[in-house]
């Protein structure tokens, strides 16, 4: 028995590979018969900087059991997102969740991340190192952040464009004319 919870455990915490990069936190009141009671609520992004990503929340009394929930949530709901040349993404995207809309653009080497507070934290976490992006309407870092995802899971390889077609890349990629 206890063999079967220290492997449970193991599997739970042996994961240092994940960065985690905290976005906001917002102090919430609920207004009771003694006066108010306080909580916490928490915005996390989780990621390998290898292409994997994930966002969370958590809600608690005190700020480091709100970011733990987030954290862990965050590990739980990760997306694996295809890089081209493990650095940029392949090809100009755009997301949108509620009023939040945000572009997200291929950059040339040594552009660097140029993108708001919560998209940064995203591209950061996801191991981007050139991208261009905007947010556009919402400043609201859950919507934006959320729009951000909804972008990335539109992120296409040539490679899985290619599969999914039946044909070779090579016939996917524009020529390159030299």
Same mark, same amino acid.
């Given at each position: 028995m206890a063999r079967d919870d220290n492997r449970r455990g193991r599997d739970r915490d042996e994961t240092p590979e994940f960065q985690d990069r905290l976005v906001a936190i917002n102090r919430v009141s609920k207004t009771v018969k003694g006066g108010k009671r306080f909580g916490?609520?928490?915005?996390?992004v989780v990621g *390998?900087?290898?292409?994997?990503? %994930?966002? %969370?929340? %958590? $809600?608690? $009394?005190?700020? @480091?059991?709100?970011?733990?929930?987030?954290t862990e949530q965050a590990k739980r709901q990760m997306i694996r997102v295809p890089l081209?040349?493990?650095?940029?993404?392949?090809h100009d995207v755009n997301g949108r969740h509620g009023a939040g809309k945000v572009v997200m653009?291929?950059?040339?080497? #040594?552009?660097?991340?140029?993108?708001? #507070?919560?998209?940064?934290?995203?591209f950061e976490m996801l191991g981007v190192q050139d991208v261009v992006s905007k947010s556009i309407g919402?400043?609201?870092p859950y919507n934006m952040i959320r729009a951000t995802m909804n972008g990335l899971t539109k992120e296409a390889s040539p490679r899985s464009v290619a599969q999914?077609? %039946?044909?070779?890349?090579? *016939?996917?990629? @524009? $020529?390159e004319e030299a």
């Amino acid at each position: 028995m206890a063999r079967d919870d220290n492997r449970r455990g193991r599997d739970r915490d042996e994961t240092p590979e994940f960065q985690d990069r905290l976005v906001a936190i917002n102090r919430v009141s609920k207004t009771v018969k003694g006066g108010k009671r306080f909580g916490f609520a928490a915005l996390v992004v989780v990621g *390998d900087q290898k292409g994997r990503v %994930g966002y %969370g929340k %958590g $809600k608690a $009394k005190e700020v @480091p059991e709100a970011i733990r929930k987030a954290t862990e949530q965050a590990k739980r709901q990760m997306i694996r997102v295809p890089l081209r040349e493990g650095r940029t993404l392949h090809h100009d995207v755009n997301g949108r969740h509620g009023a939040g809309k945000v572009v997200m653009r291929t950059a040339p080497q #040594g552009t660097g991340i140029i993108a708001g #507070g919560p998209m940064r934290a995203v591209f950061e976490m996801l191991g981007v190192q050139d991208v261009v992006s905007k947010s556009i309407g919402s400043a609201n870092p859950y919507n934006m952040i959320r729009a951000t995802m909804n972008g990335l899971t539109k992120e296409a390889s040539p490679r899985s464009v290619a599969q999914r077609r %039946g044909k070779k890349v090579s *016939d996917i990629l @524009p $020529k390159e004319e030299a």
